[in-house]
């Protein structure tokens, strides 16, 4: 059974860090599309970041050059480092898994699995 737990949510002000964690139980890790994918209150789920089979990695403009997603194969878990956090990267951050190809930053609805959510909060 596929299971995606994150960790690491919180509270910071703005220009401060975070890092996101998703552990990744089941046998999906080493052949799928991992993502995280937010949405704010009121706003639609979008992708932020993408990590591919072979490793390679895409972001959403929005936060290109500030999050940096990577993944620990020993330890079965996805991170999602978080700089320089603006307010309006408040939200609900979701670790994702999706049979390639890999579609988070164009859309939201094919990915396979989801976790729970973990709650990043930016005050100004």
Known sequence: ????????????QAGGS???SCLVSGPIYSSYCMAWIRQGSG??????????????TSYADSVKGRFTISQDNAKNTLYLQMNNLKPED??????????PPCTALFGTSGQ?????????TVSS
């Open 1 to 12: 059974q596929v299971q995606l737990q994150e960790s690491g949510g919180g509270s910071v």
């Open 18 to 20: 975070l890092r996101l």
């Open 43 to 56: 706003r639609e789920r979008e992708g932020v970041a993408v990590i591919q089979p072979d490793g390679s």
């Open 90 to 99: 408040t939200g609900v951050y979701y670790c994702t898994a999706e049979d």
């Open 112 to 120: 396979d699995y989801w976790g729970q959510g973990t709650q990043v």
